[in-house]
């Protein structure tokens, strides 16, 4: 039996923020969006059907805790919520923040340009108030 | 208490399949990939947190039918989920069958390029296909 392992790519590419019930909880290392990935820690689970119904269900629930949160810490205009997997096929669900006149606003983040970092302080500050915005 | 209309845009780029629980089910008028298009028959709905937590579930269970329909049929390397709304802010959730050498792989189909249309002989076969698979 495979146990769960955070994939090589999501692990470099964001940090971690914490783990709520099904999910790892990450911020992406791109300080052209607030950009958040929650990774289910199941083993082996590509595609949202690979789940059970259960961990579907929690997999909503905790997509939408981080959404309202994101939402509520950045007032953003839209938030853009996807699951893609053509290059890391992990199952991992985008949370980004989007607002009038951001990069590439209103197109997609994926696949646009190349992630620009984010200060250690600015990183720090923003994870605060996120994991803060997710207190119940 | 306002009703549920679908909007203008998306009725403009996609036809009509069926309706299931929740949400119409739709094929975008683009021959470049089996693109899918759930639009939860709600009123006044932008972000999955407007529904209510029952809607939510509903639309998990429906995405992930439409999904393994779509899966099916096709065959796709990767099923691509999302929900935008940057530009049309009615609440609709993206399911698109994506294989590798397709358009734009492995970046997202949203933003690139403009629609190509599919004949009305493909679109009606395409539609077949998908209905046959959603049956129970």
Do not use: Y
């Amino acid at each position: 039996m495979s146990e769960f392992r955070l994939d090589e790519r999501l692990e470099r590419d964001s940090d971690f923020l914490t783990k709520i019930g099904l999910c790892e909880l990450r911020l992406m290392k791109d300080g052209r969006w607030p950009w958040l990935v929650l990774v289910p820690q199941r083993p082996d689970v590509s595609e949202v059907f690979d789940l059970t119904p259960l961990d579907q269900t929690m997999l909503t629930f905790e997509t939408v805790l981080v959404t309202e949160a994101l939402k509520t810490v950045t007032g953003a205009t839209k938030i853009n919520t996807g699951a893609l997997g053509n290059i890391v096929r992990q199952l991992h669900v985008h949370v980004v923040a989007r607002s009038e006149g951001d990069a590439n606003w209103p197109g997609p983040v994926w696949g646009h340009g190349t992630a620009e970092p984010r200060s250690t302080e600015d990183t720090k500050a923003l994870a605060a108030r996120i994991l803060d915005a997710l207190k119940p």
